[in-house]
């Protein structure tokens, strides 16, 4: 028999584009060699633009779809992204909690690429106060961090520094956190990861031009995959922010919006080097 793949299971509500959402997490965890097992959180009306809306699905869907999973297939990584609603996020915590060893990673969507809100005050609280808890590592971009920092007081604080924005969230109990830099005014992109005693190490990739749909979700699930291919936590970032921004660097525009992250950029590659092979005059005589 062949190997089984690593299983990872994602929660995601669907996007009819693939760029971001649970079609985003099944190409990025199989071009990465995982096996994807996806449970449904939502379904989504969007395009390469935006979100026109969002249907949440009920939370003993949610449970069914991942308990029937688990009864069946051991899972080596979790990922969480859009949620849907308070319901969902406390019927997602109780499963996480029945597996404390199987790492999981959170991607805390707030809102779409256009600003669209896509988390309320109330399933941010949630998420905090149950989720957070129990990760291993949380990815929010810089907007995200200051936001889910400060939840409780009612407001964003926009002017906070990263570092006090990553010690509220590690007080919250997740083991680590990746603030990404892509809304920072800086020349490179700078991703920080965080720990309880502060900077671990920072990351600079270089600013591409164009906005990517489906970013965030192609990063969290690419950690994903490498923390389930056996890779440390530092190597698992390395490696997953390179095949990111790659992704990025080979991204497409099929539509009118934003720019889609290829998954498989490695493929097509393969793919025109063996084309090229062929249009070569053949050495071989007849």
Known sequence: MTKTPPCVMTFAATDPSSGAGLQADILTLASIGCHPL???????????VGVESVMALDAEWINDQARTMLEDVKISAFKLGLLGSVENVMVIAEIMADYPDVPLLIDPILTSGRGDDLSN???QAAMCELLF????????????ARRLAFYDEGEEVKYTTLEVASQRLLGLGSEYVLITGTHERTTDVVNGLYGVEGLIKEYHWGRLLGSYH????????????????GLTIEEALQEAQEYTWQTLKNAFRPG???????RFFWAREENEALAADFEKPSSIQH
């Open 38 to 48: 996806s449970v449904a959180t939502g379904i989504t009306v969007q395009d390469t």
């Open 121 to 123: 005050e109330e399933m």
């Open 133 to 144: 808890p129990q990760a291993t590592i949380i990815t929010p971009n810089s907007i995200e």
């Open 214 to 229: 489906g970013s965030g979700c192609t990063l969290t699930s690419a950690i994903a995959a490498c923390l389930a291919h």
């Open 256 to 262: 009118m919006g934003q720019f889609i992250p290829d």
